[in-house]
């Protein structure tokens, strides 16, 4: 039961082995492995953003629902807080924060609503990093980070922005701040480059990758700087320049049973003739914006996700052409984002239902540079509560109302609630909810999210970076397939760097599924991948980090042991909800899919994330959150 990828998931995607002898390993120095950088006077002791070493799935936000979920285990007993609210909220998410948004305009502007996470910040996987250093605050962002117009979206997602502040001016507004060069803030017309090994040192290729993809721009004198074989630049120049029909000899009926049953990388293979080698240069692209590779792709997936055939496909070209020119002339008019990505979006919302969390913030022109006070999210006598660092353990309806456990900080303990949502990623709920049917639970298990590893580097200054002609590029045999520079846009009120003599981020990406051929089912490669994440520690990062840029960096003058003053890791093995894949999954008849099993309505508790969308979007997220309150509402 395959989904489309539109143009729009594209959109929103973009979100979203070392080479050599191995570095010393680097990272004694507090600053590097766990602490963070300079903060200003008037921040709170309290404040996750500036905490740098390993972020995400942090130490102390996994191991109670590890216990549970692996082994059963839980506490016995409970302290009994004398705590009742009218709906309580498992995931400070998107869509955990967007079911206590809508709880409060549906049920009752005055009720009472506690958010629980895990986590030791809000806002899931629109995490924000904040560095200070030489007296300036550079901004970047820990997972999510692309929001669209609010008219592209439905009409309760796209109320939702539009009550946050982020209507059709803001999202103009964002356009113009945001410099035309940088690409992931959906400015496409700027330069992508290819960075691969090249001998004693890296070779990076400027100019738009992305449109040379497509047969577009000088991708001839492009392809003829790779360090390939000339066999294999030919077959690639073909290839983008759609010169033959690299279907010839299938009928119509074979030529679509083909590229809906055949993946992506197995077609580079068989019909354009590239070697295992060079495939990863067409593949960096596509795990960046999904996770899986090429070889978990069919062809189709692959094309409408934007990987290079858009004219390579006989009978196809001139429709397949027509998405590729759509794609790349037009991107720039939806993508848009703020600094620290949708950690803003996150941060909006938050402020919306706890003004004192940050008094004096006007909205969506400062949300970005806001101070904000975490010691007011969990206050009595407040409609919304916000209590991180909480582990939910246990949800169980008991009469009329559901009695909910968790583990905070090590210490067990019960409040109840008339309602609850649960929204945090489905695969947990099973544990949390035992009492339901296994044919449920065998729904909420079925999915498996997709793992990212974010990393941000803080640079001393970015005179090497800018050296390297590009502000983003491609690094497809290297652990992080993409770097960036850190989001330059002046969106919430944001200065970036002014120079390269300024401080910098360096924003990097990558995919710990397996991307080599492995074989296996994708859901098995994402499990897999999830491993590698849990098995890295952060020193493990910490020398991929400082290996790859001092390879790319290092002609320009770059040092990593003085050039980097500060690492945060942001590891997400729960990242992008699962959607189903061509290869893999069945179709199911409509309202038999794992995803509508697994999220239905469950008495006084009701389910609100992208795994009951299977879809990995923040719109999603909030049309689940409302799906969620709208059940429970109707049931007072």
């Not at 590229?259 to 067409?282: A, M």
């Not at 169980?396 to 009695?403: A, G, M, P, S, Y």
């Not at 992208?610 to 409302?626: H, I, K, R």
């Amino acid at each position: 039961m395959a989904i489309e990828i539109t143009r729009r998931d594209l959109l929103n995607g973009m979100a979203i082995g070392a080479v050599g002898t191995l570095l010393p390993a680097y990272g004694s120095e507090a600053l590097i492995r766990l602490g963070r950088t300079e903060r200003p006077d008037g921040y709170s002791a309290y404040y996750p953003p500036t905490l740098t070493g390993m972020r995400g799935s942090h130490a102390g936000s996994f191991e109670v629902a590890h216990a549970l979920a692996w082994q059963g285990q839980k506490p016995e007993s409970y302290e009994a807080l004398e705590e009742h609210y009218d709906l309580v909220v498992v995931g400070a998410g998107m869509s955990g924060l967007a079911a206590a948004w809508y709880y409060l305009k549906e049920a009752d502007p005055e009720a009472r609503v506690l958010v629980l996470d895990n986590h030791d910040d809000f806002g899931g996987h629109a995490k924000r990093n904040e560095f200070h250093h030489n007296g300036r605050m550079v901004l970047s962002l820990g997972g999510a980070q692309n929001l669209d117009s609010p008219s592209n979206y439905g009409d309760v997602a796209g109320r939702l922005l539009i009550d946050l502040g982020i209507d059709e001016a803001a999202i103009a507004q964002m356009a113009v701040n945001t410099p035309d060069d940088y690409v992931l803030g959906g400015k496409l017309a700027g330069d992508v480059g290819m960075t691969v090994p090249g001998g004693d040192e890296y070779l990076t290729i400027g100019g738009n990758w992305l449109a040379y993809f497509h047969g577009r721009g000088a991708y001839k004198a492009a392809v003829a700087q790779l360090p390939v074989s000339q066999d294999q630049k030919n077959k690639l120049i073909v290839f983008f320049g759609g010169e033959k029909d690299l279907l010839d000899g299938l009928s119509l009926s074979e030529k679509w049973d083909y590229v809906n049953n055949t993946s992506y990388n197995q077609f580079l293979l068989d019909r354009v003739g590239l070697s295992r080698d060079t495939i990863p240069v067409l593949n960096a692209y596509l795990r960046i914006l999904n996770g899986p590779s090429g070889w978990n792709h069919t062809v189709l997936e692959g094309i409408l996700a934007g990987s290079p055939g858009l004219r390579a496909m006989g009978w196809l070209a001139d429709f397949v052409d027509s998405i590729g020119a759509m794609l790349l002339d037009e991107l720039a008019g939806d993508v848009r984002m703020f600094p620290d990505g949708n950690a803003s979006v996150a941060r909006l919302l938050v402020q919306k239902m706890i003004p004192n969390v940050a008094p004096g913030m006007k909205g969506f022109e400062d949300v970005a540079i806001a101070r904000f006070n975490y010691d007011a999210l969990d206050q009595a006598g407040q409609a919304v509560r916000i209590r991180l660092n909480s582990t939910a353990v246990g949800v169980r309806e008991i009469d009329d109302f559901v009695q909910i456990d968790y583990v905070q900080q090590g210490k067990p303990l019960r409040i109840t609630a008339d309602h609850c949502v649960l929204a945090c990623y489905n695969n947990l709920i099973p544990s949390l909810c035992p009492e339901m049917s296994e044919a449920q639970k065998n729904g909420l298990a079925y999915g498996v999210r997709v793992p990212f590893v974010y990393a941000n580097v803080l640079l001393e200054n970015g005179r090497a970076f800018s050296e390297m002609g590009v502000q983003m590029t491609q690094c497809p045999y290297d652990p992080f397939q993409w770097i960036s520079a850190a989001p330059t846009m002046t969106t919430g009120g944001y200065q970036p760097p002014r120079g390269p003599d300024d401080p910098m981020v360096v924003f990097m990406m990558a995919s710990p599924t397996p991307a080599d051929g492995t074989k296996g089912t994708t859901r098995e490669l994402l499990r897999q991948g999830r491993h590698r994440i849990y098995a890295s520690t952060f020193e493990d990062y910490e020398q991929q980090i400082r290996e790859q840029l001092q390879k790319i960096l290092g002609k320009h003058g770059f040092n990593h042991e003085k050039d980097i003053k500060a690492i945060t890791v942001n590891r997400i093995p729960h990242g992008y909800a699962y959607w189903y894949q061509g290869l893999d999954d069945p179709e199911w008849e409509e309202g038999q899919a794992p995803h509508e099993i697994g999220r239905a309505q469950f008495g006084r508790i009701s389910i609100a994330n992208t795994d009951s969308e299977v879809t990995p979007l923040m719109n999603a997220a909030f049309d689940a959150a409302y799906r969620a309150v709208k059940e429970q509402v109707r049931q007072q």
